[in-house]
């Protein structure tokens, strides 16, 4: 099973930037977008569940970012409007189960880095 993260970049205060996430080998129930800034826990930010087909969104990019998916392998995350503190390696993860923690995905890929300056 793989998770293959990319997209990532440098960017300026207020652009944007999609990033993509592939799942091979599997389809996943559940899959998501964390991310770790520096000196940092790794955080949720915006997951999806196919058989619900509900988005969640952490509060801090809601209306800013958007998950979205074509198909239970492959999910997307538009970042709109990106601050500084946006800056971290993001990171895709899918799991088996319609998950209640999303800290608790059992499938990680690889980060990608996004950094964004002032």
């Known amino acids: 099973v793989q998770l293959q993260a990319s997209g990532g970049g440098l960017v300026q205060a207020g652009e944007s930037l999609r990033l993509s996430c592939a799942a091979s080998?599997?389809?996943?129930?559940?899959m998501g977008w964390f991310r770790q800034a520096p000196g940092k826990e790794r955080e949720f930010v915006a997951g999806?569940?196919?058989?619900?087909?509900?988005l969640y969104h952490r509060d801090s990019v809601k209306g800013r970012f958007t998950i979205s998916g074509d198909n239970s392998k492959l999910i997307y995350l538009q970042m709109n409007g990106l601050r500084p503190e946006d800056t971290a390696v993001y990171y895709c993860?899918?799991?088996?189960?319609?998950?209640?923690?999303?800290?608790?995905?059992?499938?990680w890929g690889k980060g990608t880095q996004v950094t964004v300056s002032s």
């Open positions: 993860a899918g799991d088996r189960s319609r998950v209640s923690d999303w800290s608790r995905m059992g499938y």
């Open positions: 080998g599997r389809t996943f129930q559940s």
């Open positions: 999806i569940i196919w058989s619900l087909a509900s």
